[in-house]
Antibody
Framework: EVQLLESGGGLVQPGGSLRLSCATS????????MSWVRQAPGKGLEWVSG????????DYADSVEGRFTISRDNSKNTLYLQMNSLRAEDTALYYC??????????????WGQGTLVTVSS | DIQMTQSPSSLSASVGDRVTFTCRAS??????LNWYQQKPGKAPKLLIY???SLQSGVPSRFSGSGSGTDFTLTISSLQPEDFATYYC??????????FGQGTKVEVK
């Protein structure tokens, strides 16, 4: 059974930092790209960042470029998101997402339950 | 960046209705379009991938169509468990995705 368990969320002041983790099990972690997707309270889904299975390729939404860093430890089956220079608009539920491809079409087939990040003074 | 625009933002419907909503991409994305359903307090659930392929376990009343820039999701006969918010998502840009703003289906 595939499981994605996020942790590391919490309350942080503007300008502060947090590191989110996503512990995974039930699949061959290094064979799949992973993403972080967030959802501000009462708002829609926003893709934040993605990383290839080997960790060599990454990309970021413009809204977090230069402030957030995605990484993975394939020996620990864990995905990370280092968030620096946090802003009030980064307040959201952050989902860890496992990607899958069928005939070259990529999509999320499993989601974590989310970890809440609140940026406020 | 590829922008995704969904319409309408919300709609009211009754059980048994046929409902259709749309998603438009700011540039051609071929069939790199997925649809998700989200219920309050829950993570999204994949319904359709590749514009028209039904995810395993998803009821056949859901169908998707389109290619290029214009896509539709249709529910042939709305069921009580289908009241939710639906999001489209493009995966044309590998590792750099965007979601539409969502369409909320409410009880009429």
């Amino acid at each position: 059974e595939v499981q994605l368990l996020e942790s590391g969320g919490g309350l942080v002041q503007p300008g502060g930092s947090l590191r989110l983790s996503c512990a995974t099990s039930g699949f061959t972690f290094n064979s799949y790209a992973m993403s972080w997707v967030r959802q501000a309270p009462g708002k829609g889904l926003e893709w934040v960042s993605g990383i290839s299975g080997g960790g060599t390729n990454t990309d970021y939404a413009d809204s977090v470029e230069g402030r957030f860093t995605i990484s993975r430890d394939n020996s620990k089956n864990t995905l990370y998101l280092q968030m620096n220079s946090l802003r009030a608009e980064d307040t959201a539920l952050y989902y860890c997402a496992k990607e899958r491809a069928v005939s070259g079409i990529y999509f999320v087939d499993y989601w974590g339950q989310g970890t809440l990040v609140t940026v406020s003074s | 960046d590829i922008q995704m625009t969904q319409s309408p933002s919300s709609l009211s419907a009754s059980v048994g209705d046929r409902v259709t909503f749309t998603c438009r991409a700011s540039q051609s994305i071929s069939n790199y379009l997925n649809w998700y359903q989200q219920k309050p307090g829950k993570a999204p659930k994949l319904l359709i991938y590749g514009a028209s392929s039904l995810q395993s376990g998803v009821p056949s009343r859901f169908s998707g169509s389109g290619s290029g820039t214009d896509f539709t999701l249709t529910i042939s006969s709305l069921q009580p468990e289908d009241f939710a918010t639906y999001y489209c998502q493009q995966s044309y840009s590998t590792l750099s995705w965007t979601f539409g703003q969502g369409t909320k289906v409410e009880v009429k």
